[in-house]
């Protein structure tokens, strides 16, 4: 079998080996306590799964749904946009539902690169980004993302040779894996960065709801101009706790939606019915779920931080998402960090290289983990024999 170059040429997606090392543990009748994966423990709140049993008895949803999504899902975007950020959107040329974010975020590329353009992309950062550009036959150029520059890209720092070529800009706040927010300022800077050279924009904001301490995201639509160079993609898979369900959205630019939009009809049938009735449920109904979630959390993320600290592994406490960014103990790559831990106390973490090159010398670890299990993984990490010997 001839497989294509494109195809050969993409390593495995990031958790594909986590999950295969953790199976294999567990085959072994090990017990792994993971804080590898962003998925949240907590179900999907009560309404919005009775919502979803009611569409599901209907036979209007047993068929193929329209690929762009139920008018209805539409609005309840805008309706949510407008409520939580003060944004107005036209529901039916700036909102884009799709089959979860991770779908448009690979997609996108599709729509902007040819073989050659290139993409800017973030170091380190949610993997799909590189991957789709790769795909598409687009060249990445990694903005590195370090504590010197507080997590946020330098854009003053790429080359012009660089920029004559670049189609498209890849940003992501609150941002995963290194915890990072970013303010209006620096969405207006993006704003005018992408004006002046003729590049879109597109801010991945799955992570806006999870926030910590009152902190409020702004989102990337706010900055002044935003609309008519980007889009932003969003999602309920953890603001819900829906990942399981795939859903998510984009909305912004009506040419880049549309752009997206017709990519989508040739590719996929669109969502089933009965998840888009979910979905706006979520949107529209009660929102105390999402302060119950963050506050359980925050909780987490205390704990974690706490413990990493009092055994000597440097980590700041985020002010949204589900991750704490902590730094490597001298002596370790992360790899070999992450390796040590599965192996000798059967904890996962996920290796900052696996984000990018920058993302070495951390190791990213999910709150996404009931407090019975995130107890029980920090307790063998304080009775780690490798704790002895951490040191800076
Ligand atoms: C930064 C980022 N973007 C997008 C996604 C995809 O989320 P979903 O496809 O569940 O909407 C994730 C998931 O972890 C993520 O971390």
């Known amino acids: 079998m001839k497989l294509s170059k494109r195809i050969e040429n993409l390593p495995p997606y990031l958790f594909v080996e986590t999950t295969r090392k953790i199976a294999e543990k567990k085959a072994r009748g090990e017990d792994v306590i993971s804080f590898a994966i962003g998925d949240p423990d907590i179900p999907t709140p009560r309404h919005i799964i009775d919502r979803l049993c009611q569409a599901a008895q209907d036979p209007v949803n047993h068929r193929y749904p329209e690929s762009e999504g139920l008018p209805e899902l539409h609005q309840a975007i805008a309706e949510w946009y407008e409520k939580r950020f003060g944004i107005s959107l036209d529901a039916a040329k700036e909102v884009l539902p799709l089959i979860g974010s991770k779908e ?16 800017l992309v ?18 990445p150029y990694y903005m590195p ?6 997590f946020l890209p330098d854009l003053g720092n790429v080359p012009a040779h660089v920029l004559e070529k670049t189609k498209l800009l890849w940003i992501n706040y609150p941002n995963n894996p290194t915890g990072a927010v970013a303010d209006i300022d620096f969405f207006n800077r993006v704003v005018k960065f992408a004006q002046q050279y003729d590049i879109t924009v597109c801010h991945d904001g799955p992570y806006s709801e999870v926030t910590f301490d009152g902190y409020q995201p702004v989102s990337f639509m706010q900055a002044e101009g935003a609309r008519e160079i980007g889009i932003e993609f969003h999602s309920l898979s953890k603001s819900y706790n829906m990942t399981g369900w795939r859903i998510g959205m984009a909305v912004g630019n009506a040419i880049a939606i549309n752009a997206l939009k017709v990519l989508k009809s040739n590719l996929d049938s669109g969502i089933p019915q009965a998840i888009q009735y979910a979905a706006i449920e979520a949107l529209t109904g009660p929102q105390d779920c999402i302060q119950e979630h963050n506050t359980i959390y925050q909780k987490r993320r205390d704990l974690v931080v ?12 985020p002010k949204a998402g589900l991750y704490v960014w902590a730094k490597v103990p001298k002596g370790y790559t992360s790899v070999e960090f992450a390796n040590a831990l599965l192996e000798e106390i059967g904890v996962v973490v996920t290796p900052g290289v696996g984000y990018g090159e920058h ?8 709150l996404t983990i009931p407090d019975a ?20």
């Open 122 to 139: 973030p170091d380190p950062a949610y993997p799909t980004y590189k991957a789709s550009i790769v795909l598409a036959g687009g060249q």
């Open 373 to 392: 299990g995130l107890v029980k993984g920090l307790s063998r990490l304080a009775g780690w024999r490798g704790v002895k010997k951490l040191a800076y």
């Open 359 to 366: 993302g070495e010398g951390y190791i990213r670890i999910s």
């Open 306 to 317: 706490d413990m990493l600290n009092s055994i000597g592994i440097e980590a700041k406490p």
């Open 104 to 119: 448009g975020v690979a997609h996108i590329a599709w729509c902007f690169i040819d073989p050659g353009d290139i993409a």
């Open 145 to 150: 993302l370090n504590e010197k520059n507080d």
